[in-house]
T-cell receptor, first 114, second 109 residues
């Protein structure tokens, strides 16, 4: 029973490039959450999605960041025109329906912006 | 300011000793979770507690949710080197998990 999968595990981008982070939830889970862990800081909520719907994006920066969870395929967190301050570990979590507080995390994508 | 305060920040003990990690808040939560995170990996869910006063046991780990649902503790009996890691508490009233800064536990052989 595969857990939450994220790829790539490590991503290096130069300032101004785009970063695309992918997340496949656990089998049977239709709710996806993205969190960011900045160096020396705790995990912070970014966005909550269900299939084809953004439920809550209140934790996501208003500019350059976007997220989607299409009907088919993984959830994507997209960061346009990356800056050094975007360097962080980005974690995806998923939960079963009607149990949003029971979230299982993927291994994360470590983004480094040069 | 952290919504959830964890203490201590670091804990180093000898194999076989017991340890307790605390998670405190001034807010009431509908549920609280404990995770363990290894370097370079994602947090692994250990337990979810939802009822005030609830106690859950997972082998040598005992989790307690405070009566007022504002605090929690994690107690490890007879710690082993494999228990080494970063222990995170998280809490929520809906789906947004708020995390503490974590307690780094080191168990020396």
């Amino acid at each position: 029973n595969a857990g939450v999968m994220q790829n790539p595990r490590h991503l290096v981008r130069r300032r101004g490039q785009e970063a695309r982070l992918r997340c496949s939830p656990m089998k049977g889970h239709s709710h996806v959450y993205w969190y960011r862990q900045l160096p020396e800081e705790g995990l912070k909520f970014m966005v909550y999605l269900q299939k084809e719907n953004i439920i809550d994006e209140s934790g996501m920066p208003k500019e350059r960041f976007s997220a989607e969870f299409p009907k088919e395929g993984p959830s994507i967190l997209r960061i346009q025109q990356v800056v050094r301050g975007d360097s962080a570990a980005y974690f995806c979590a998923s939960s079963p329906p009607y149990s949003a507080d029971t979230q299982y995390f993927g291994p994360g994508t470590r983004l480094t912006v040069l | 300011t952290q919504l959830l305060e964890q203490s201590p920040q670091f804990l180093s003990i000898q194999e076989g000793e017991n340890l307790t990690v605390y998670c405190n808040s001034s807010s009431v939560f509908s549920s609280l979770q404990w995770y363990r995170q290894e370097p370079g990996e994602g947090p692994v869910l250990l337990v979810t507690v939802v009822t005030g006063g609830e106690v859950k046991k997972l082998k040598r780990l005992t989790f307690q949710f405070g009566d007022a649902r504002k605090d929690s503790s994690l107690h490890i009996t007879a710690a082993q080197p494999g228990d080494t890691g970063l222990y995170l508490c998280a809490a929520t009233n809906d789906y947004k998990l708020s995390f503490g800064a974590g307690t780094t536990v080191t168990v020396r052989a």
